[in-house]
């Protein structure tokens, strides 16, 4: 079993949003990003994994083992940021660091002065009255010094200043290093999916549409300008897209496709790359 998260017809209803039904999987020593437009249920899901929602239907597996049943072991090999400490505004930093290190056995002091350092916070702010930023930065700390196994991630670097973006970036990478450990990273930014992940899972209205390996955007996503485009390529399970004014076609597989167009005698025109922006873009459109 290398799943380090398994969900299965994961459904939860709002009264005004049904997320689901949702199947998924997180491989161990992979990054996974979680991508959808404002409120497509990313956060929901972040909320079911961790057992701070519950579910209406499905069942979420963390590491093989059941998250209901074993929320207190399985929570110590999990790092989480989504805004989860808000309640604790009256708290310092360091009072809420004491907090959070009580539930680590495998706290590391050492590592959070480390990263207090990098990120320059003073943790005698109080949580509360933090800026947006620091508040991300200090979660995004908490996150990391009880050594987990599984990060979930929920934006962690919304709001964050540049630099401390890119810190944000180096570290998650170096987290991946040793192939054993796995990350759910909720983002809107292109360049954190670009350096830190392997795979991409588009959310939406509550509906997962699409999982991608993201080499596989380089290598066989494009858009295709032929000569014409018939009713028979809308069917093709490659073909994602076909544009009359010019003839145009979106696919997954330019292989496939070429070789489809051959052998219905449609003469390609020009053929361009799609940008992982785009591909994001075109699901996220054609599903508005
Ligand atoms: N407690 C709640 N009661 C009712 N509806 C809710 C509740 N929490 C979330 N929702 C609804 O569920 C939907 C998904 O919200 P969610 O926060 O999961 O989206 P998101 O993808 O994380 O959005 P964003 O990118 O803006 O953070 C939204 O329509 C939201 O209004």
Same mark, same amino acid.
Request: hydrophobic share 35%.
């Given at each position: 079993m290398n799943n380090v998260i398994?969900?299965? =017809? &994961?459904? #939860?209803?709002?009264? /005004?949003?049904? &997320?689901?039904?949702?199947?998924?999987? *997180?491989? !161990?020593g992979t990054a996974v990003?979680?991508?959808?437009?404002?409120?497509?249920?990313?956060?929901?899901?972040f909320r079911l994994l961790l057992n701070i929602l519950q579910s209406d239907e499905g069942s979420i597996q963390l590491f093989g083992e059941n998250m209901v049943e074993k929320e207190t072991?399985? /929570?110590?090999?999990? =790092?989480?940021?989504?805004?989860?400490?808000?309640?604790? =505004?009256?708290?310092?930093? /360091?009072? &809420? /660091?004491?907090?959070?290190?009580?539930?680590y056995p495998s706290w590391d002091d050492e590592r959070y002065s480390y990263l207090l350092k990098r990120y320059n916070i003073?943790?005698?702010?109080?949580?509360? #009255?933090?800026? !947006?930023?620091?508040? #991300? #930065? %200090?979660?995004?700390?908490?996150? @990391?010094?009880?050594?987990? !196994? @599984?990060?979930?991630?929920?934006?962690?670097? %919304?709001?964050?200043?540049?630099?401390?973006q890119r810190k944000m970036k180096e570290d998650l990478m170096s987290f991946m290093e040793d192939g054993e450990r796995s990350i759910l990273l909720a983002t809107h930014i292109v360049d954190e999916i670009k350096q830190v992940c392997d795979y991409i899972a588009v959310l939406e209205k509550g509906k997962?549409?699409?999982?991608?390996d993201k080499d596989e955007v380089y290598e066989k996503w494009a858009r295709v300008w032929v000569v014409n485009v018939t009713d028979t390529l809308l069917e093709h399970p490659n073909v994602l897209m076909v544009g009359r004014t010019p003839p145009q076609i979106v696919t997954n597989n330019l292989p496939t496709l070429e070789n489809e167009l051959n052998s219905l005698d449609i003469a390609i025109t020009h053929t361009q790359? &799609?940008?992982l922006?785009? *591909?994001?873009?075109?699901?996220q459109q054609t599903h508005a």
């Open positions: 398994d969900v299965v =017809g &994961l459904m #939860k209803h709002y009264k /005004k949003f049904t &997320l689901g039904p949702i199947d998924f999987q *997180v491989e !161990k990003a979680l991508v959808g437009t404002n409120g497509s249920g990313k956060s929901t899901v072991e399985l /929570k110590q090999k999990i =790092g989480y940021v989504g805004d989860l400490y808000e309640q604790f =505004g009256h708290f310092t930093i /360091k009072e &809420l /660091k004491s907090l959070v290190s009580y539930w003073d943790d005698s702010e109080k949580f509360g #009255k933090s800026s !947006k930023g620091t508040k #991300k #930065k %200090a979660e995004f700390i908490f996150s @990391l010094c009880h050594d987990p !196994k @599984l990060l979930l991630l929920d934006e962690p670097s %919304a709001g964050v200043d540049i630099v401390s997962l549409l699409y999982s991608f790359r &799609l940008t922006e785009e *591909v994001i873009e075109h699901l």
